[in-house]
């Protein structure tokens, strides 16, 4: 079983529209939790990290459960600009590694 | 503001060419990463820095070497290059342990 697994998508949505997407992870000692977005052939950005209480950054709001051992990214009043790949990263264990899905592809149409 | 810097950002070699890509960071972060990406695949962890001073393999380390030559740089050669290291290669760099990375615009290799 993957560390970290993604549904690919892609998510295709109207501009304006929520979209909400989950990622599960497989070790229940994670500790750390962040999203990335990539661009199309360009490097991975963090987009916000995630804490235990969920967290909000303007549009976009991540959840923690553990219980389930899955993270959320919920997407609201999308833009074209949104249109990205999205990448959940887990830190697990006490080496220096991150754990990299292989992200979800949201579109944005007009 | 340069974050992480990468150089090379394109390169074309012939099979079995060997060449090293460069990798700096100016944050003082302490941990250094090189991953692969190939199209349609997640990062893929070839060789990674804890600390100034080690290196350790990651998920797909054949074919290539590292060198933490300072805290600054982290460099990855390729002795001898084949087609199937044809790739994105991005590296990133940490701060602390339970920290994100940043990463580095990019080196797209292709080999021939």
């Known amino acids: 079983r993957k560390e970290v697994e993604q549904d690919p998508g892609p998510f295709n949505v109207p501009e304006g529209a929520t979209v909400a997407f989950n990622c599960t992870y497989s070790?229940?000692?994670?500790?750390?939790f962040f999203w990335y977005r990539q661009d199309c052939r360009k490097e991975p950005k963090l987009l916000m990290s995630?804490?235990?209480s969920g967290n909000e950054d303007g549009r976009f709001t991540a959840q923690l459960n553990r219980a389930s051992q899955y993270i959320s990214l919920l997407i609201r009043d999308s833009k074209l600009s949104d249109s990205a790949t999205y990448l959940c990263?887990?830190?697990?264990?006490?080496?220096?590694?991150?754990?990299f899905g292989a992200g979800t592809t949201v579109t944005v149409r007009a | 503001n340069a974050g992480v810097t990468q150089t090379p950002k394109f390169q074309v070699l012939k099979t079995g060419q060997s060449m090293t890509l460069q990798c700096a960071q100016d944050?003082?972060?302490?941990?250094m990463y090189w991953y692969r990406q190939d199209p349609g695949m997640g990062l893929r962890l070839i060789y990674y820095?804890?600390?100034?001073?080690?290196?350790d393999k990651g998920e797909v380390p054949n074919g290539y070497n590292v060198s933490r030559l300072n805290k600054r740089e982290f460099s990855l050669r390729l002795e001898s290059a084949a087609p199937s290291q044809t790739s994105v290669y991005f590296c990133?760099?940490?701060?602390?342990?339970?920290?994100?990375?940043?990463f580095g615009d990019g080196t797209r290799l292709s080999i021939l």
């Open positions: 990133a760099s940490m701060p602390y342990q339970y920290q994100p990375q940043h």
């Open positions: 820095s804890a600390s100034e001073g080690t290196t």
């Open positions: 944050m003082n972060h302490n941990s």
């Open positions: 070790n229940s000692a994670s500790q750390s």
């Open positions: 995630v804490y235990s």
């Open positions: 990263v887990v830190k697990t264990g006490n080496d220096y590694k991150l754990s």
